[in-house]
């Protein structure tokens, strides 16, 4: 069995909508995450733009390369500080929401944001006033997703509110909805201090929502002066045997998603993936 391998498209390199799905399969791709607005704002200037019309030809612009949106990426701050704000992101997710299924897509993917406006790290995430806002907004987006019959793709990470898979396995059980589900990466839950027992982290999440699992995100790390630094995928210290082991046999053909990981390291980023499934 072959690994599923796709790419987050802003990643690729900028390009047209008539270059890009063409791009994407000339490496040997199968799917995409695609965020609109990052990679072609021209065709989503503002929230409000999409339409079955624009969702039916960006669907048709990749399908006629083989490529899937597997996700369709719309990162808000769901959690932000000015109200007013916040409002207009929850919207625009929705908007997102309503139109995923003309875009062959069922997952709308995002984080779960920061009380600092800007998305900046702080220790003030992990309280749990942070967490009970995520709770309200992820409530709200996932009753818009059941209207639609969509999905709620939530992922964690180490600077979020969502900073651990038992935040996660939470999340997961104050909202009882088969609409909200994961997007995993497993770099996001790995820190300075858990990093040498990647393998415990990685089984623990698997533990407690592999089963909620509809998207694998692939990136890699290494260590800096003591800091978590994102790297290539095949470049760093990631675990890619003990995400594999689990995956392989529970989630057959999910969609692999690289991300942080551009030219010039794409290439060797999916043989490496995929020799690692393989051997899984």
Do not use: W
Not at 46 to 67: D, M, R, W, Y
Not at 102 to 122: A, K, M, N, Q, R
Not at 189 to 201: A, G, L, M, R
């Amino acid at each position: 069995m072959k690994a599923n391998i796709g790419i987050r498209a802003h990643d690729m390199e900028k390009m047209s909508l008539q270059q890009l799905p063409k791009a994407i399969a000339e490496k040997g791709l199968s799917s995409v995450q695609l965020a609109i607005a990052k990679s072609f704002p021209e065709l989503y200037p503002e929230p409000g733009a999409l339409t079955p019309g624009l969702a039916h030809h960006l669907k048709q612009s990749f399908a006629q390369h083989n490529i899937k949106i597997a996700v369709l990426g719309c990162y808000i701050n769901m959690i932000h500080p000015d109200k007013n704000e916040r409002t207009k992101q929850l919207e625009k997710f929705k908007e997102h929401l309503r139109y995923a299924r003309d875009l062959g897509c069922s997952i709308v993917g995002t984080e779960t944001g920061s009380v600092i406006p800007e998305l900046g790290y702080t220790e003030d995430n992990f309280g749990e006033a942070p967490y009970e806002e995520v709770v309200e907004s992820v409530r709200e987006l996932v009753a818009e997703a059941e209207k639609f019959g969509v999905i709620v793709g939530i992922e964690g990470g180490i600077n979020h509110p969502i900073h651990t898979p038992q935040r996660m396995k939470r999340l997961l059980d104050d909202i009882s909805s088969n609409h909200l589900q994961v997007i995993y990466d497993p770099a996001n839950f790995i820190s300075p201090e858990n990093f040498t027992e990647q393998e415990k982290v990685i089984d623990e999440a698997m533990s407690l929502f592999g089963d909620r699992i509809v998207v694998l995100h692939a990136k890699d790390f290494v260590v800096e002066d003591g800091q978590i630094v994102m790297v290539p995928v095949g470049s760093g210290l990631l675990n890619y045997d003990a995400v594999f082991r689990q995956l392989k046999k529970r989630k057959p053909y999910i969609n692999i998603l690289m991300e942080s990981t551009k030219e010039p390291h794409i290439t060797n980023s999916i043989a490496f993936l995929q020799e690692k499934y393989e051997l899984a």
